[in-house]
């Protein structure tokens, strides 16, 4: 099993929950937790033990942003077709993608943990520049690489029983 697929199954991403998430308010404010996450650890600063708290919430909206949204009304949005990729990504090893498709994405991922790794020596060492030119990394990584998985979607929606049932599924 894909190290991405035991992540899904650690925030229990069923069928249904998927779907919520392709909601482009789900995904758009998603983008909002990594800062908040980074805040929360760098708060033990002024709170000490107490930093486990904003640690928690933000673990917690973590969990529930891809939940509290409804099913979005279409799949024409960018950013629903980014989801539906990654579910598509996450499914490589039992059908697999095109190989114009295979690259890039592991790139892009190293890309975004190359940045996590200035986030954690900036946040470890309460420095604002790295801390920030790793956000930097981190988001512009994972935008590209949600607009790589959009473009996958767009190659692989027909390319499966599976994927096309997901189409029929919008119904808000």
């Known amino acids: 099993m894909m190290l991405e697929r035991k992540i899904a199954r650690i925030f229990a991403m069923d069928d249904a929950t998927w779907l919520r998430h392709a909601n482009p308010w789900s995904v758009i404010l998603r983008f909002t937790v990594f800062p908040i996450l980074i805040f929360a650890f760098w708060s033990r600063l002024w709170l000490g033990w107490w930093a486990l708290i904003p640690v928690a919430l933000a673990l917690l909206w973590t969990w529930f942003n891809p939940r509290i949204f409804p099913a979005p009304l279409s799949l024409d949005h960018w950013t629903s077709k980014a989801v539906l990729g990654e579910r598509v990504w996450l499914n490589r090893d039992v059908v697999p993608v095109p190989l114009h498709h295979r690259t890039s994405p592991n790139i892009l991922s190293a890309v975004s943990g190359i940045g996590m790794l200035f986030v954690f020596w900036g946040v470890f060492a309460f420095d604002v520049w790295p ?34 049932s997901w189409q029929i599924h919008t119904t808000g």
Do not use: H, N, Q, S
């Open 131 to 164: 801390t920030i030119f790793g956000m930097a990394l981190v988001y512009c990584g994972k935008l590209w690489f949600l607009d790589r998985m959009a473009w996958l979607w767009e190659d692989m929606k027909d390319a499966d029983k599976e994927y096309r």
